[in-house]
Each structure stands twice: as structure tokens, then as C-alpha cells.
């Protein structure tokens, strides 16, 4: 609903609180061929029952889900373990009139995915928040360097 200034007012959702452990659960959403990063904005399809589970378990809860990548040629449909992924909100859901579901979502932070909690209904993994406060290395710095150089 656009708000008095004419834009979108979308749920404050919270980032997932971290345990003891330094972990959290999360319901996970593997997207194919294609990578979130946080505090990017985008569509992407819901094409699965058990990915159109994790979202709506996600929405429903006001609780984040956490976004996984995953390689289009990989020959199995969880992504290796550890590995760097992206927490996330659930902003709208969008189902087209031929019955597909789509979900605008932020991605909020980047975690590193530590486990798979959960299989079934859907995914749900254990993640830790990535520390990226860290001043770059000079071996990242000659990196950045060499590719503003290309």
C-alpha cells in the first residue's frame, strides 16, 4: 500500500536472532542460476512446492529465510556445505494469473550456511552471520585493484 509520499511501505521484518551457538534457523530458498546480495531488491520465482513451503512459512511468520545459490549444473539440488548465502525478507508474494508464484524479496546480510536443520516439508538451515567489518587484506586489495584495472 503506497504510504502519504506515494511509496511502498513494506513490513519491518527483523533479522534472525543468533542463539548461543552463534547460529540460527531459517526456512532456505535454492535460486537457480541466479544470487542475491543484501540490500538488493528483486523478483524471483517460486518453482517448487517445497521452495513455495519455505516462503510462505517465512511470510506468514514475519521471520526472514535465508537464500542459497546454487549452480545449475550441479548434480544434486542442495548446495555443498559450508557456504556463503544471503538472509532475507519476504516483502510481497506475487501469484500470476497462471497459477506461478513469485516473491519480491531484500536481501538483508550476507551468513555463511553451516548445516541443513530440516529437509522436509521444506529446507531449513543453520547459518551464522558473516562478519564483514574486516579491513581488506593486501592480497584483496591487488584484486580490487586488478579488476578496476580491467
Partial sequence: MPNSTGSQDFPQ????????????ARPALVLN???????????TPVDTAESREAVETAKLKRETLV???????????????????????????????????NALVQGRRRVEVVAYAQEEPYLRVKAQPVDE?????????????????L
Fill in 33 to 43: 542460476g541466479s544470487v542475491l546480495f543484501p540490500g538488493v531488491i528483486t523478483v
Fill in 67 to 101: 537464500v542459497l545459490p546454487q549452480d545449475e549444473e550441479a548434480e544434486t539440488d542442495r548446495p555443498a556445505l559450508p557456504m556463503i548465502a544471503v538472509e532475507a525478507s519476504v516483502l510481497r508474494l506475487l501469484r500470476l494469473p497462471d497459477g506461478t508464484l
Fill in 133 to 149: 567489518d574486516q579491513e581488506p587484506t593486501q592480497e584483496t586489495k591487488a584484486m580490487m585493484q586488478a579488476v578496476i584495472n
Fill in 13 to 24: 521484518i527483523k533479522l534472525a536472532r543468533i542463539g548461543r551457538d552463534g547460529t540460527f
